[in-house]
């Protein structure tokens, strides 16, 4: 499967624990970026990667949140203290820069937080 | 405030029947505008785009046209089959802001054999 991956597909927590997600994007695609989806609504962006480089945080992204992508490759996203309204589906995309600006983003099938 | 809405959260048509999804966008700056499908626990996956540049693209049952003027955008899908039955957003992108699609709400469409 050539596709993107994320893990764990489900997570279930306690308030106030911390929880750690990965991504694998295409192995070619040298952008990343994380979504957080709640019920009814769309995905919302939080934040994406250049190779290793974290270019843009949306102010979704809270202090509890960071975001890493240390060799360009995977990357994996914690949230410290989780809360109740941290409780989403975390999508991970991936794609290949392309200036032409038809570059397609690609999603793994994402993490279910539930925050007890 | 929501810069893309889809208005009908949900949508059922008849197997065989034209589907129309429809999505509003704000901000005319948008250049970009494109169609996911979300099956349940699967991420979002790509269907179609089109460019400012033009107001309609096709692609074999499904084709999207654009109406700068209005600011919508609506997805045909025809004729609809049962597995066609998914969640579709639609997303903006602006040519500046390579990096960042604003997605809609999406419509749940359910079609009926």
């Known amino acids: 499967d050539t596709g993107v991956s994320q893990d764990p597909r489900h997570k279930i927590t306690k308030r106030g624990q911390n929880v750690t997600f990965r991504c694998d994007p295409i192995?070619?695609?040298?952008?990343l970026y994380w979504y957080r989806q709640t019920l009814g609504q769309g995905p919302e962006f939080l934040t994406y990667?250049?190779?290793?480089?974290?270019?843009?945080k949306s102010r979704l992204l809270s202090d509890r949140f960071s975001a890493e992508r240390p060799k360009g490759s995977f990357s994996t996203l914690e949230i410290q203290r989780t809360e109740q309204g941290d409780s989403a589906m975390y999508l991970c995309?991936?794609?290949?820069?392309?200036?032409?600006?038809?570059?397609?983003?690609?999603f793994g099938p994402g993490t279910r937080l539930t925050v007890l | 405030d929501q810069q893309v809405k889809q208005n009908s959260p949900s949508l059922s048509v008849q197997e065989g029947r034209i589907s129309i999804l429809n999505c509003d966008y704000t901000?005319?700056?948008?250049?970009?505008f494109l169609w996911y499908k979300k099956y349940p626990a699967e991420g979002p996956t790509f269907l179609i785009s089109?460019?400012?540049?033009?107001d309609k693209n096709e692609d074999g049952r499904f084709t999207v046209f654009l109406n700068k003027s209005a600011k919508h955008l609506s997805l045909h899908i025809v004729p609809s089959q049962p597995g066609d039955s998914a969640v579709y957003f639609c997303?903006?992108?602006?040519?500046?802001?390579?990096?960042?699609?604003?997605f809609g709400p999406g419509t749940s469409l359910s079609v009926i054999p």
């Open positions: 997303a903006v992108r602006q040519e500046t802001s390579y990096d960042k699609v604003i």
């Open positions: 089109i460019s400012s540049i033009k």
């Open positions: 901000n005319s700056m948008f250049d970009y």
């Open positions: 995309a991936s794609t290949k820069l392309n200036f032409g600006g038809t570059d397609t983003q690609y």
């Open positions: 192995s070619e695609h040298n952008r």
């Open positions: 990667f250049q190779n290793e480089a974290q270019l843009e």
